[in-house]
Nanobody, 122 residues
């Protein structure tokens, strides 16, 4: 069983930055694909970004503004969010997949964190 704990959310003005962190338990973190998803009020959860061994993927809405990275020594994945917009407001969830193959679909992730709130004011 893998436990994921997100941190780093908060309130920021439009144009600002935040860095989300997701700390994972377990000894096989480096073999997992990791993803970030978000869910805004009244909307479905959506893909934001994912990372495998070295490959990274981004939703079009965040490409060029968000950067995903991982530190396998610390069992942590990060999401650096720059040039934030009010439409980025959502609960951000970290997810892990028991394989290094990166996917962007929710059902293929095996473990989920509790989420961290990101609010961007205009």
């Amino acid at each position: 069983q893998v436990q994921l704990v997100e941190s780093g959310g908060g309130l920021v003005q439009a144009g600002g930055s935040l860095r989300l962190s997701c700390a994972a338990s377990g000894r096989t973190f480096s073999s997992y694909a990791m993803g970030w998803f978000r869910q805004a009020p009244g909307k479905e959860r959506e893909f934001v970004s994912a990372i495998g061994w070295s490959s990274t993927y981004y939703a079009d809405s965040v490409k060029g503004r968000f950067t995903i990275s991982r530190d396998n020594a610390k069992n942590t994945v990060y999401l650096q969010m720059n040039s934030l917009k009010p439409e980025d407001t959502a609960v951000y969830y970290c997810a892990a997949r028991r394989t290094s193959a990166v996917v962007i679909t929710i059902p293929q992730y095996d473990y989920w964190g509790q989420g961290t709130q990101v609010t961007v004011s205009s």
